[in-house]
């Protein structure tokens, strides 16, 4: 099982960034998936979840209403396309998958982690 996160970057204030999470060794369709960050100096928090089948999704109230998590199930591939960004939404963010039917927030229930990428927005 891989999970490979890219699109990370610099980004001005307001501008855009769509992350891209390629996954390898399971079937994405089957799985609850996650979009997790780690600022400096903070803990790493949830960002944003959807359940298998897409019914349910979750976003923390900081990127309500400008981040989107997708799937493409035949490329294997889940995104999280960021808009309006801030310079508080600096962070390396972590793509995580889990086989489940229900959102899920908490980090610990997560069985497969990608590796991080950064995103910094600049002021």
């Known amino acids: 099982v891989q999970l490979q996160a890219s699109g990370g970057g610099l980004v001005q204030e307001g501008g855009s960034l769509k992350l891209s999470c390629a996954t390898s060794g399971f079937h994405l369709d089957f799985y609850t998936i996650g979009w997790f960050r780690q600022a400096p100096g903070k803990e790493r928090e949830g960002v944003s979840s959807v359940s298998r089948g897409g019914q349910t999704t979750y976003y923390t109230d900081s990127v309500k209403g400008r981040f989107t998590i997708s799937r493409d199930a035949a490329k294997n591939t889940m995104y999280l396309q960021m808009n309006s960004l801030k310079p508080e939404d600096t962070a390396i963010y972590y793509c995580?998958?889990?086989?489940?039917?229900?959102?899920?927030?908490?980090?610990?229930?997560?069985?497969?982690w990608g590796q991080g990428t950064l995103v910094t927005v600049s002021s």
């Open positions: 995580a998958a889990k086989g489940s039917y229900r959102v899920i927030i908490r980090e610990n229930e997560y069985e497969y």
